[in-house]
């Protein structure tokens, strides 16, 4: 069964520093997906960024990036110039397009990010 | 578009009532889910739905019962509440196609029981 695991409950990062968020998974697909969405207070869910597995560049936008590493099953989320705004829950989250799977997606238990002033 | 609505955005409810959570999506979007979380359980899925007539249970279905008359519909019913369906309750809806897949949040639906 597929997993996906993020092993930092908690971080905090300074105004304008740079925070990495940790997420491993397992698997023995090929093809699949992975996902970093962020959950203010507000609650409301929101995709941060996706990485296709097939796709050996990581991913970026704008102030977020991955490091994906195939082999390792590691999917990482860097966050640059931290913002107050960047304040929030983060999960990490998996989903093979296998039809067998029905595209449901594994989710991480997440890491709550505090970005201090 | 409106994306994916949910109602109410709040609700107390005494244990043994019943209720449905609705949710909408205008995207056309074949595949619907409901989702609860908990403190320090990320989200758990509870139903989902691959389309107009076809739906499946998650990890956690029990107590729960959906349907999917329509392809913008799923509503979550809560046939008889109990404390420990208190929790906060997410529908999304997603698309696959080719090579992209992108999945879409409601705002939430805080329930408590008592």
């Known amino acids: 069964a597929q997993t996906v695991t993020q092993s930092q409950p908690e971080m905090s990062v300074q105004e304008a520093e740079t925070v990495t968020l940790s997420c491993t998974y397992d698997?023995?697909?090929?093809?699949?997906?992975l996902f970093w969405y962020k959950q203010p207070p507000s609650r409301q869910m929101i995709l941060v960024i996706r990485q296709e597995a097939y796709k050996q560049q990581n991913a970026t936008e704008n102030r977020f990036s991955v490091n994906f590493q195939k082999a390792a099953k590691s999917f990482s989320l860097k966050i640059s110039d931290s913002q107050l705004g960047d304040t929030a829950m983060y999960f990490c989250?998996?989903?093979?397009?296998?039809?067998?799977?029905?595209?449901?997606?594994?989710w991480g238990l997440g890491t709550s990010l505090a970005v201090n002033p | 578009n409106a994306g994916v609505t949910q109602t109410p955005k709040f609700q107390v409810l005494k244990t043994g009532q019943s209720m449905t959570l609705q949710c909408a999506q205008d995207?056309?979007?074949?595949?619907m889910s409901w989702y609860r979380q908990d403190p320090g359980m990320g989200l758990r899925l509870i139903h989902y739905?691959?389309?107009?007539?076809?739906?499946d249970q998650g990890e956690v279905p029990n107590g729960y019962n959906v349907s999917r008359s329509t392809t913008e519909d799923f509503p979550l019913r809560l046939l008889s509440a109990a404390p420990s369906q208190t929790s906060v309750y997410f529908c999304?809806?997603?698309?696959?196609?080719?090579?992209?897949?992108?999945?879409?949040f409601g705002p939430g639906t805080r329930l408590t029981v008592t």
């Open positions: 999304a809806s997603s698309y696959w196609r080719e090579a992209t897949y992108e999945q879409y």
């Open positions: 698997t023995s697909e090929n093809n699949y997906y």
């Open positions: 739905s691959v389309g107009a007539g076809i739906t």
């Open positions: 989250a998996f989903m093979s397009p296998n039809a067998g799977n029905n595209r449901k997606l594994i």
């Open positions: 995207m056309n979007h074949e595949y």
